[in-house]
């Protein structure tokens, strides 16, 4: 069982340079997210799809976009890469609904020099 | 949004012994989750509560849903040094919102033998 599957697994940046962080899910979850982890913040919503074609903003949207590609695919991206955007960023999916449970994936631990 | 206070920050505790934490909140949450993520993974779920007052156990974990509705409770008896980690508290950040979670600041537990 894949699960939510994250690549890569590591980057390193520079301030300015743009990337693109990949999530696929095989488990036929209609909704997927992306979060962001700092040290001491817990983890932080950036953006989200209930659905395939649909996407919205949480928390902490600003210097992201993303894209829905499909069912199993869920892009980050990132347009000209901060120092603030240094963090660890988990991808997640579920059922869309009440009470339907987020599985994670293992992260992409982002650098921005 | 709602503010999610997670205590304690961490925690030192020998084998065998019990630990508790928990996670207030400035507004009424619906539901609460509990995750736990291992070093170097994403979270895990270990336990969802969906009723005022409700105690559900998964194994040597047990969690509480507040009466008030403004917090919730984890607590692992009997600690093994598996269950060193960062435990974390979420919920839906508003009442319509089932999947955009918000999180605590988590809770860090080292067990030493």
């Known amino acids: 069982n894949a699960g939510v599957t994250q690549t890569p697994k590591f980057q390193v940046l520079k301030t300015g340079q743009s990337m693109t962080l990949q999530c696929a899910q095989d488990m036929n979850h209609n909704s997927m997210y992306w979060y962001r982890q700092d040290p001491g913040m817990g983890l932080r919503l950036i953006y989200y799809s209930a659905s395939e074609g649909t996407t919205d903003k949480g928390e902490v949207p600003n210097g992201y976009n993303v894209s829905r590609l499909n069912k199993r695919e869920f892009s980050l991206r990132l347009e000209s890469a901060a120092p603030s955007q240094t963090s660890v960023y988990f991808c997640?999916?579920?059922?869309?609904?009440?009470?339907?449970?987020?599985?994670f994936g293992d992260g992409t631990r982002l650098s921005i020099l | 949004g709602q503010q999610l206070n997670q205590s304690p920050q961490s925690m030192f505790i020998q084998e065998g012994e019990d630990v508790s934490m928990n996670c207030t909140s400035s507004s009424i949450f619906n539901t609460w989750l509990w995750y736990k993520q291992d070093p170097g993974e994403g979270p895990v779920l270990l336990i969802a509560l969906y009723k005022a007052g409700e105690l559900t156990s998964n194994g040597r974990l047990t969690a509480q849903f507040g009466i008030t509705r403004k917090d919730s409770f984890l607590n692992i008896s009997a600690s093994i040094p598996s269950d060193v980690g960062i435990y974390f508290c979420?919920?839906?950040?508003?009442?319509?919102?089932?999947?955009?979670?918000?999180f605590g600041a988590g809770t860090q537990v080292v067990v030493t033998p």
């Open positions: 997640a999916s579920s059922f869309t609904g009440d009470n339907q449970p987020q599985h």
């Open positions: 979420a919920g839906p950040m508003t009442t319509d919102s089932w999947g955009k979670l918000q």
